[in-house]
């Protein structure tokens, strides 16, 4: 993917989020991290990783319906070799949630074995949540809350403030806003998370983007772009493909590029052209 725009992202509320994530961790004895199980890495706040240090963490690889199954079995082995455990899941349709519980017991074995030692036997475990935004903290808390205490929009920069949620008399979720890094060095990350809605679409250039995305769309699961579209042929500028199959066209017989730009990213993040993932672990 070559994108040569700089995609910036400069919110007052992402350094006062770091701030109070450092400030909460001592409240927590541990940190659900969720990601994007389509761009694992690119989803991932390097900070996140600084900010939690040792303190124990479970991953949730979110949207494994939207995404390739074999890469996701990769970045399972890849997370789990590298130390950390994770739970593949589906944070809106609730698959896979039902594992979380008993990996957080696992995890904070030594810990409540302590406090069983101890006498104090009924505290609860309090689990601090992070992401970036739109990553599905928000679905995955109301997964477990099995109700609608936060709110949920596909769209990033929905929650702005902490809340603790209790799950039940065994455990508290302290849903924290989405952090994201104030400057992309990564281009590529950045496009990536661009790709799947995780950047407002009023930083980026639509087209530039729906370009880059049928580029790697048409290199990567040509069957599947060809299958949603229709197309014969990838040959040529996918987005000016899709105008012309489906009428988009301007005065004078143009592709109405802009309008197929809109549903190539639409009909890609909903996962109406496929389960499709964009990154891989040997390419991180």
Not at 4 to 23: L, V
Request: a positive charge; proline letters at 4%.
């Amino acid at each position: 993917m070559a994108y040569e725009r700089d995609i910036q992202w400069f919110p007052g509320h992402m350094t006062k989020t770091r701030r109070m994530i450092e400030a909460d961790l001592k409240l927590v004895d541990a940190v659900a991290e969720i990601v994007d199980c389509r761009i694992p890495e690119s989803s991932r706040n390097p900070m996140i990783n600084e900010i939690v240090s040792d303190k124990p963490r479970i991953m949730l690889l979110n949207k494994c319906d939207y995404a390739d199954e074999n890469l996701t079995a990769e970045w399972q082995r890849f997370y789990e070799s590298s130390g950390i455990r994770t739970i593949v899941c589906d944070c809106r349709s609730g698959k896979g949630i039902n594992r979380f519980l008993p990996v957080l017991k696992e995890e904070l074995s030594e810990l409540l074995e302590r406090r069983r030692a101890k006498g104090t036997i009924g505290k609860a475990l309090r689990v601090m949540v992070v992401g970036i935004p739109n990553v599905g903290k928000s679905s995955f808390i109301n997964r477990m809350a099995n109700s609608k205490k936060t709110k949920v929009e596909d769209r990033p920069g929905v929650t702005r403030g902490k809340q603790w949620v209790t799950i039940d008399k065994e455990v508290e979720l302290l849903d924290m806003p989405g952090i994201l890094w104030p400057k992309f060095d990564d281009k590529q990350a950045a496009l990536k998370l661009a790709f799947t809605g995780a950047i407002k679409d009023g930083v980026t250039d639509i087209e530039e983007l729906a370009y880059e995305l049928g580029k790697y769309l048409a290199e990567n699961y040509p069957e599947r772009l060809k299958e949603r579209y229709k197309l014969d042929s990838l040959d040529g500028i996918i987005t000016e493909l899709i105008a012309k199959k489906r009428g988009m066209m301007l005065s004078g017989g143009v592709p109405d590029t802009e309008r197929a730009a809109a549903a190539l990213l639409d009909e890609y993040r909903s996962g109406k052209i496929g389960r499709i993932t964009l990154e891989r672990p040997s390419a991180s």
